[in-house]
């Protein structure tokens, strides 16, 4: 329920109602605080990140609750404008926890992409990205969805294995020396800076779509030292965001590389 | 104030006498049963004192029925791949809608391996139909997996009765009795129960040690292959110390089964009374005449079990819902689904299970406590008017089931 001056538009009140969990209604609670005193165009653009902020945080299997907060107060604005609003979200079954990723998000996007392998999902929807532990869901979201496609799911995708996997590197690993893939010349020293320097633009876009960012420092050897910005610092997720760039560039470059801290470059020295 | 701890489904205190008898094992007597110098020695006499304590509380023919495993999900899943294991002819198993994950998920999976499972369906009391039951027994079941008794209502399943008719079709016959064990008197040489499955953390012992019975002549395949621990149908080195405090916890269970069906009633009974009398718009679930003595689960209409949960914890008072909001589904406990009870009662809906460490204090706390915890959840429930429920709730506020 919100309270309105029609003249300035201004929120006075807004008070909530909820059949739902310890964190939904904490949700709701930090939501109507957010609103008093802000005008409609400037609640509608609080987002369900600011509500879980404002709680200091809610774990991935409650994000929705937030998103739920958010819903009721966009309808009730829509109700005081005399617009229609629709409910245009769907949730399924929460597969990826470490990055709050659901089964109709998965399902929407494997079909919208014609995705056939668990890696695929992990590149368009980052779940998997992380921990790993969801992979079996994921493998059986795909066996699921390409059977409703008359398509069959293997652990390689559905059509033809012409993708060759990567080897998972591990820090154990890090000092053996992975041979370049036959082929492929040598780049020179500019053409590798280059090369690197290419891969990680590409991937900053959506690093900063999450509010964060990533700039290269140096380069030594194997060594490549990033600094992490924005939301990307102090991350829970760095050491998963890092790993994924380093396969990036050790697919690009051919050549195992490891991807550090700029922290680390004083010890290198 | 001290705590109120009406969770004993979920777990139970270690019995102090429990850890006076395994700390030892820890310290002095940290042999390898399977040595055969004195330190090993004694150890290996200490188990066999604990598998015939065990024995004796399950009523068991003989103390090699008894398997140590690491819990009940171990013994669950031991017994159900090892009947499709041992019998490669038989592709089909026979469960119920109600039963714990350990059961459910196994099940799920192994369908989509391609074995065929019939869960049988309960009504509105949580009961089965044994009908239903006799007609899907046919020569293709390799094995009844059913539960004693549920963990969520403490309705008690005619688990003997199935067996014999299980038996007579040649079909293996498994039960989750986690719940049962200490509350229900057991005597499974007379019955034709092949397999059970037991819990130490559930009467008193610690974590991370079960039981899984093996009625002598029951066609076996070990989950694990190892070391000959336990026959070789459970390898790898025996976890003395938690075996020994199981051993203590079983024989003070036996002796306490009295009280358990007695004193803890009489308090559950009490508790449940006490809390219908001032709480309208709420009602108890489950078998009530057929229950467990320990279990209480009293649905509140209207309101969502979480928060009654975070209200109870800040007076130190612990229970635990049958609502599980991990995703936007909203989707209340399998169990209250499968009994048909309506969303927004079953997500209101509250299990306390007490113990014989449990007062007559402490149940009239949680009586005063329990009324204005729901009157001030039913004050921001869309589904709440002025004094009571709104009219045509369900078309004001409909979320979906998933």
């Not at chain 2, 188990?47 to 304590?53: C, D, G, S, V, Y």
């Not at chain 2, 007609?135 to 688990?159: C, H, K, Q, Y």
């Not at chain 2, 005597?187 to 559930?202: F, T």
């Amino acid at each position: 329920m919100l309270k309105v001056d029609a003249e300035t538009d201004t929120i006075q009140d807004a008070r909530f109602q909820t059949f739902g969990c310890g964190s939904a209604i904490a949700s709701s609670s930090a939501l109507t605080e957010l609103v008093k005193g802000k005008t409609l165009d400037e609640a509608l653009v609080i987002s369900n990140q600011d509500i879980a902020a404002f709680l200091g945080g809610l774990p991935p299997e409650k994000m929705h609750c937030s998103v739920m907060g958010r819903e009721a107060l966009q309808a009730a604005i829509a109700n005081y404008r005399g617009e229609s609003w629709r409910d245009d979200h769907e949730e399924g079954e929460l597969i990826c926890k470490c990055y709050a990723i659901d089964s109709a998000l998965i399902e929407e996007v494997v079909r919208a992409n014609n995705l056939t392998t668990v890696e695929e999902v992990t590149n368009y929807t980052k779940a998997g990205g992380a921990c790993a532990s969801c992979h079996e869901k994921i493998e059986e979201e795909l066996t699921r969805i390409l059977a409703s496609q008359g398509k069959t799911f293997t652990a390689a995708g559905a059509s033809a294995p012409a993708v060759t996997v990567a080897p998972v590197v591990t820090s154990v690993a890090a000092e053996s020396p992975v041979p370049v893939p036959e082929g492929k010349p040598k780049l020179t020293n500019l053409q590798r800076m280059r090369k690197i320097e290419e891969v990680v633009e590409a991937i900053r876009p959506a690093l900063q779509r999450d509010h964060g960012d990533i700039e290269i420092v140096d380069i030594i050897g194997k060594n490549i030292y990033v600094n992490l910005k924005g939301a990307c610092m102090g991350c829970a997720l760095e050491a998963a965001t890092l790993g994924g760039i380093q396969q990036k560039l050790f697919e690009a470059l051919g050549e195992y590389v490891r991807l550090l801290p700029a922290s680390q470059l004083e010890m290198a020295r | 104030m001290k705590p109120v701890y009406f969770d004993n489904n979920a777990t139970t205190a270690c019995d102090p006498a429990v850890v006076e008898a395994m700390l030892p094992f820890f310290t002095e007597q940290f042999g390898n049963a399977s040595s055969i110098h004195s330190f090993g020695n004694q150890v290996g006499q200490a188990i066999k004192q604990a598998r015939e304590q065990i024995q004796a509380l399950l009523g068991a023919a003989q103390d090699s029925e008894i398997i140590f495993t690491s819990g009940g999900t171990e013994s669950d899943n031991t017994a159900i791949l090892s009947a499709l294991k041992a019998q490669p002819e038989r592709s089909q198993i026979i469960t119920t809608v109600v039963e714990h994950p350990a059961v459910l998920a196994l099940c799920d999976r192994l369908e989509k391996e391609g074995y065929v499972v019939h869960k049988l369906r309960v009504d509105k009391r949580g009961r089965l139909d044994i009908d239903e039951y006799r007609s899907l027994l046919n020569d293709r079941v390799a094995i009844v997996s059913v539960m004693w008794a549920n963990n969520e209502t403490g309705t008690i399943f005619p688990v003997e009765e199935m067996a014999e008719y299980a038996n007579a079709m040649g079909i293996q016959f498994h039960t989750d009795a986690v719940q049962a064990v200490g509350k229900i008197p057991l005597d499974l040489k007379r019955s034709k129960i092949d397999m059970l499955s037991l819990s130490g953390h559930k009467l008193h012992a610690p974590k991370g040690i079960g039981v899984l019975y093996l009625r002598r002549g029951t066609g076996f395949r070990p989950l694990l292959r190892g070391g000959q621990q336990e026959r070789g149908r459970r390898p790898g080195t025996e976890n003395s110390p938690a075996i020994i405090g199981l051993g203590r916890a079983a024989e003070l269970a036996m002796r306490n089964i009295g009280t358990e069906n007695s004193d803890v009633r009489f308090l559950r009974d009490k508790l449940e009374r006490g809390i219908l009398a001032q709480v309208q718009h709420a009602f108890p679930t489950g078998d009530l005449g057929n229950r467990l003595p320990n279990t209480s689960n009293i649905a509140f209409e209207y309101v969502e079990g979480e928060g009654i949960l975070l209200l109870l914890n800040k007076l130190g008072i612990a229970a635990s819902s049958g609502s599980a909001c991990t995703s936007g589904s909203l989707e209340p406990s399998h169990v209250m689904r499968a009994m048909g009870i309506p969303y927004t009662a079953a997500h209101g809906s509250i299990r306390f299970s007490l113990s014989r460490y449990n007062t007559q204090e402490e149940v009239e706390r949680v009586i005063a406590a329990v009324p204005p915890i729901i009157a001030q959840l039913r004050q921001i429930s869309p589904y709440w008017g002025e004094a009571g429920p709104v009219k045509d709730a369900a078309q004001m506020f409909a979320p979906v089931y998933a």
